[in-house]
């Protein structure tokens, strides 16, 4: 997806202050693309620490428990899919003012959609057949019934680790009935007004409690806050996730309403990130040092809330701040973060396994399996996707493999 910076919004001012030291004008916005792929990566790191946590049960050979793993566990889930959601939210709005609902919704479709029923199947049967693989190494062969239970036989569509393309689906849906139902009453000028002053106060001084109020209500809801907001049981619309994810689109969509929002955000990304820490280690601590269960959930969400939107927009000016230009690796990488995670938990969790049968140190284990997996897994892009339909499909273009490109200079 190419991201442009957005035009000035009516209601704003027609460039930031100068106090403000935002993103410099380019073609695209390097810093969130980069963080678009973090957010991606970031659920990889999830998966392959789940081997450590107390009670997994995830390619769990030989039991393993790591205190940091936990809380690196713990902070992650606070932000991670608040952060994608946000940025597609901000990006959503980007393609829909530039080519037009039509445009936009096709793109969703095939870029989203698509992938999800199309894949899958497939990623369903390769874990299928890493539970046989564990089961083997575990002397178990032939314990593993054929489909996990609760999966349907009919339809065979548990989206696994994909379950975030189905929320976002749902998400864009209601985002464009409602703008719809605005545009109708309201008219086009006085909605954008709108948008403006609303990403103006998301982007000001305060923002970060406006943010995070919808994730506040969705762990009220949830009636615990301990992970964050859990994901769906099934492919029913549920209220908690709706509640978090659309609150978090719909502030990276108000966020591209208003021409220096970015610029307000990348000035302020230092206190955004101190005061995530902050507020990330009381919420870790009454998770890991307290009986979660007596805690009031009126103490515990509003912290775990605060610090999952610090987070968001702490990181969202660092990356605007540190990437304000094209990196040929980074954008290398961010290019391929979506088939990365499509194709990556098979694939760890039979790395993990292999390692956790040698019995190695866990630490050792981890960084074997990251290195291993991240080399296989970005050949199968370069040599697979990238230069092929597949690699149009999922990111709306073809890119010269980087083997190819360098083979052809030597």
Known sequence: MTSRPSSPAAGAPSAPPATFRGPAASTRLHGLDALRAVALGLGIVLHTLAPFLPGSRLVDVTPLESGAAESTVLVIHLFRMVLFMALAGYFGRLVLVRRGTASYVRDRATRILLPLVALSPVVLMAIIG????????????????????????????????????????????????????LLATAGAGRLQRWGAAAGGALSGRGGVLLAAVPYLVAL???????????????????????????????????????????????ARWRGHLLLAVLVSTAAVALERTTDWETTPLLVHAPL????????????VGLFLQLLPRESPAVRYLADSAYWVYIAHLPLTAVVQLTLAHLEWAPVVQLLLAWAVSAVVLLLSYD???????VGRWLSGRRHRPLLRASLGAR
Do not use: I
């Open 383 to 389: 040599l697979l996707v990238r230069g092929t339909w």
């Open 220 to 266: 009220l809801l949830q009636g615990t806050a301990r992970h964050g907001v859990h994901q769906p049981p099934d492919l029913w619309p549920d209220v908690v996730p709706l509640t978090t994810y659309l609150g978090a689109f719909c502030v990276g969509w108000l966020l591209h309403a208003r021409s220096d929002a970015l610029a307000r955000l990348t």
């Open 130 to 181: 890493v539970e046989h693989y564990a089961a083997w190494l575990r002397g178990q062969a032939g314990s593993v019934p054929p489909l996990p239970s609760g999966v349907p036989y009919w339809l065979f569509l548990d989206p696994a680790h994909l379950w975030f393309l189905w929320v976002l689906v749902q998400v864009v849906v209601v985002v464009l009935l409602v703008r719809a139902l």
């Open 304 to 315: 775990v809330a605060l610090a999952g939107w610090a987070w968001v927009l702490g990181l």
